[in-house]
């Protein structure tokens, strides 16, 4: 894939919300601690609402997604290179056994990395798409990330005093 059509810029998204709610469905099942454990379940809810959102937008948007997103070479070319490994790939490629003896403080700062490349993915989607419901859902599901972002770097906070 050189460069993204909208509908592959969906289809990324749609990629990204399922591994996204896969993650943290696991790591609510691991988690020892009962706050972060609700985090990871409201995580995994909103990413389920977020594949739903792209997954209706595709079937609206027909044969109108397959517009190549951006007007800039180098900046598909960016777009597609974001997605090349995918933003979840080492977690997919971490051994089970060895996610499971992440502590919980490694997994919620795991959380974080996935939030921040989901947060640079959506950023220059929405930038980029010509279409203005795309435009719209990349944007909304940007800030949520955002928000996601914003919680887990408060629990990661909040683990870290508890350690002391």
């Known amino acids: 894939m050189k460069y993204l059509s909208e509908k592959e810029a969906f289809d990324v998204a749609m990629n990204l919300e399922e591994e996204g709610f896969l993650f943290y469905e696991e790591c609510a099942g691991r988690s020892k601690n009962s706050e972060t454990r609700h985090i990871f379940l409201e995580l995994a809810n909103d990413e389920r609402e977020h594949f739903d959102i792209f997954k209706k937008l595709q079937g609206e948007l027909g044969a109108a997604a397959n517009k190549t997103l951006g007007n800039d070479a180098e900046v598909r070319q960016y777009l597609a290179n974001l997605v090349k490994p995918g933003i979840f790939y080492d977690i997919k490629h971490i051994p089970r056994e060895s996610i499971a003896a992440l502590n919980e403080y490694e ?17 220059e989607a ?11 859902a990349f944007k909304k599901i940007l800030l949520e990330e955002r928000r996601h972002l914003n919680i887990l770097i ?10 002391k």
């Open 126 to 136: 929405w930038h980029n798409s010509t279409n203005n419901k795309g435009k719209k």
């Open 107 to 123: 997994v919620v700062h795991l959380g974080i990395q996935t939030e921040k490349d989901s947060i640079l993915f959506y950023t």
């Open 154 to 163: 408060e629990r990661l906070m909040s683990l870290k005093q508890l350690k």
